[in-house]
């Protein structure tokens, strides 16, 4: 079975903390995949792709590791506005173009 | 990225009857996809809409209970059929990219009675 797993918080920080939020995959097939941030009672968006070993934007820094099937998601000077769920996601292998989403981790940051 | 539009945002059904739900995207795309997240639940794929071909579904999601249209490349509709309040979840169109990134609609919020 293709999952993505990730453990669901919540993780309370306060603001201008890190914090790392991690994720594993069990489709060793799975080539791209990403962080999305969805907000209550919103669609998901699309945070940052992963298609090398990592990826930074600003106080977001992602990493992969496909000999563990691992993937991490870094923010860095947490704010308040950072308070979301987030939502670790893999592609099916192929050319399917399909997307394997994980159950997702919430954030909330503290004033 | 693509602007996509959903209607309707919300409805409240009875049980029995069918809701159609549309998706609207601004732009000519390939990949449309339709998906279900329920409450407190993570995305799930229901299928894959093909344009100009039937829709190619996930496994526990079958054509009657779900029919999709997709007559053109901006355009795609949802059926949920027979509703009973297990339906009641969010639905969500997504468009895909060229690098496997998908960008969501707004999503509909369906409540069965």
């Known amino acids: 079975r293709k999952e993505v797993e990730q453990d669901p918080g919540p993780f309370n920080v306060p603001e201008g903390a890190t914090v790392a939020f991690n994720c594993t995959y069990s489709?060793?097939?799975?080539?791209?995949f990403f962080w999305y941030r969805q907000d209550c009672r919103k669609e998901p968006k699309l945070l940052m792709s992963?298609?090398?070993s990592g990826n930074e934007d600003g106080r977001f820094t992602a990493q992969l590791n496909r000999a563990s099937q691992y993937i991490s998601l870094l923010i860095r000077d947490s704010k308040l506005s950072d308070s979301a769920t987030y939502l670790c996601?893999?592609?099916?292998?192929?050319?399917?173009?399909?997307?394997?989403f994980g159950t997702g981790t919430l954030l909330a940051v503290q004033p | 990225s693509a602007v996509i539009s959903q209607k309707p945002s919300r409805d409240i059904c009875q049980r029995g009857t069918s809701l159609t739900i549309q998706c609207q995207v601004d732009?000519?795309?390939?990949?449309m996809f339709w998906y279900r997240q329920q409450p407190g639940q993570s995305l799930t794929l229901i299928a894959t809409?093909?344009?100009?071909?039937?829709?190619?579904?996930e496994s526990g999601f079958v054509i009657d209970k779900f029919p999709i249209s997709r007559p053109n490349l901006t355009f795609s509709t949802l059926t949920v059929s027979n509703m009973s309040p297990e339906d009641s979840s969010i639905y969500l169109c997504?468009?895909?990219?060229?690098?496997?990134?998908?960008?969501f609609g707004p999503g509909t919020r369906l409540t069965v009675t």
């Open positions: 732009s000519q795309v390939t990949m």
């Open positions: 996601v893999g592609d099916y292998g192929g050319a399917t173009n399909k997307l394997i």
């Open positions: 809409a093909n344009q100009g071909s039937e829709a190619t579904y």
């Open positions: 992963v298609y090398s």
């Open positions: 997504s468009v895909g990219s060229g690098h496997y990134e998908q960008y």
């Open positions: 489709n060793s097939a799975s080539q791209s």
